[in-house]
């Protein structure tokens, strides 16, 4: 038989039950109230100079300050988001910093950007960017490298925002020996914009829907190599530049502006424009005030105006294909500009000894050009046999006519795409000779043995 629990024994067990339930309700409380965050900042202050920082699948809501030599890395799309006015989410004040696969979202706006470096030997690789001002800069700083990077208006807000108020993708300033590489950039004012940069490397970038795709002002020795522009008002901007190299870059379909053009050059000199195309533009080559520039192996295709010059001299223009503009060339106060070699796809010329190169000089009549921009309907007869009949009769100041002395009969890359044809059908003739004589010698010389 069970005895009845002491009174006093009865109390400290009911007073006992009742601290175990508060423990447990109060565990529980605690438990479910996640820890505080340690903010990037101080994650970043505590790593040594140096040393890997990894960050986690999280969103940092701050901005930050990196002013010794770090990796900051992140493999599941660490967050940085700042919303803070005219400071950068991330300042790069010390050499030989690495930021790599992390999204950054710039909702401050103002004269700042997502990513501001003001060092050198620097790395930004993989980050995806979203920015309501400036994506990366850099200013004086040099042998910095971009590559593989996202920027991109913030979609929810970019419908907002007039052309004027955007800003740079990428903008440098003041900053040398940079290679901008492999970069993917969309809604910006311009897409790359150099000022007073020199020998900076821009290669295999796509820029779309921008003012200018790629845009140079006052540089020397850049190399804008294999870019990508479409739906720009230009592909390419390059003004006050001397010793550039445009090469292997593709500029299509800006035509939705007036001022549309593929290439723009103005007040270029010393420099070579080679193996671009320029294709389906209001205008392929703007070339004003330029003076000895070369263009070889260029495609210009498509477009309004294949080539303009306004008060431009000495420039030399060898092996480009011209098929399918509109108007082929215009010039305005120019003189002095060579055409030689090129294939203009509107001349009929005479190949009497089968050299694939005319007989008989181009001389790329003005007169559509003239009558079109008294009354733009005349574009509706381009090409028919009353306008071509037209131009026949049209020899008013033929010495202001633009004079390919020897153009070809055949597009410059069918007649390399036939040479290397030729060239490797002649090798293989010569290899199975070869092999045929090996076979022989082999042969005969066994026999002479037995």
Known sequence: M???????????????MSLWGWG???NSAFAAEPPSPVSLQQLIDATPAGGILKLPTVTYQEAVIVKKPISIISESNATIVNKIEDRPAIRIEADNVLL?????VQEGRGETSAVLLKSSHNIIDSLDIRTQSFGIQIQDGSYNEIKNTSIRRNAQESGSYKLTQKRNGIDLFNAHDNVIIGNTISSMFDGIYLESSHRNRLENNRIDHSRYGVHCMYTEGTLVKGNT???NITGAMVMGVKGAEVSGNTFIKQYESVNSQGLLFFDVQGSRIRNNKVEGNRVGLYIEQSHDNEFENNEVSYNFVGVQFIESESNRFTLND??????????TDSQNNSFSGNFWDAFRGIDTNGDKISELPYRINPFFQRLTSKNVAY???????GMQF?????VVKQSDWSIDRAPLMKPVQLIRTNTDAHSSSTQLLVSTLLLLLSVITIYFLGVKRR
């Open 2 to 16: 069970i005895k009845p629990l002491n009174k006093r024994v009865a109390i400290h067990l009911c007073l006992l």
């Open 24 to 26: 447990v309700a109060l």
């Open 100 to 104: 790599k696969g992390i999204s950054v």
């Open 229 to 231: 522009g479409m739906f």
């Open 322 to 331: 011209f098929i399918g503009n509109v108007i082929e060339a215009q010039a």
């Open 379 to 385: 574009q509706l007869f381009f090409q028919s046999p």
């Open 390 to 394: 037209l131009e026949s009769m049209s």
